[in-house]
Every structure is written in C-alpha cells, then in structure tokens.
C-alpha cells in the first residue's frame, strides 16, 4: 500500500504560519478522502481538516479560517497551510489516505506553537 511521509512540522511562535506536507510514495488513482490529523499529550486524535475525492473539505471548528487543506496530484502531495497559529494547535499532526482498498497513515509530525 502507500507510504505516507508527513513534513514540515516545527517550532513557531503564535500568530505564525506552517505549511504540512504529506508525500505519497506513488500515485494514488482512487481513493476516498486524504486528511490532517492532531494528537495533543493526553488527548485523543482529532480530525482536523479532510478533502475528499470530489475535492470538497471539511475542517474542524477550531481550524476554520486560519487552516487550509489542499492536493498537488501532481506532486502525488497533500498540504495543509496553518495560519494564525495558537499555542492549542500544538500537536504530533498525521495525515491519512483512505482508499477503497486500505487506509494508510503518515508517520506524524510535530508542530510546536509557543505563547
């Protein structure tokens, strides 16, 4: 199946900005959804935003307006592009393919939002 490699992950300050990668180890001609996910220290894994095949998104409350979710098929790459970040963002963020066949997940990546 897919390897998926998340980077881009890192220390910043609030307010600041990071854009996520997530590389897929070759082409993905059908799949269901790709999307971001965080785990905070003692916290569950939550969705943060998704796109689907039909390239429509969702995003969790909490990220809405400030993260984007986007694909470059070209580039066989997934990024999210986090804005106006805050201290609570900080998290191990993961990506995830879901295809009709299997689902794969990223190793993760760590994002630090000092205050």
């Known amino acids: 199946q897919v390897q998926l490699v998340e980077s881009g992950g890192g220390l910043v300050q609030t307010g600041g900005s990071l854009r996520l990668s997530c590389a897929a180890s070759?082409?993905?001609?059908?799949?269901?959804?790709m999307g971001w996910y965080r785990q905070a220290p003692g916290k569950q894994r939550e969705l943060v935003a998704v796109?689907?095949?039909?390239?429509?998104?969702n995003y969790a409350d909490s990220v809405k307006g400030r993260f984007t979710i986007s694909r470059d098929n070209g580039k066989n790459t997934m990024y999210l592009q986090m804005n106006s970040l805050k201290p609570e963002d900080t998290a191990v963020y993961y990506c995830r393919l879901v295809t009709p066949r299997y689902v794969s997940w990223g190793q993760g990546t760590q994002v630090t939002v000092s205050s």
């Open positions: 070759e082409t993905v001609f059908s799949f269901n959804s």
């Open positions: 796109i689907f095949s039909s390239s429509s998104t």
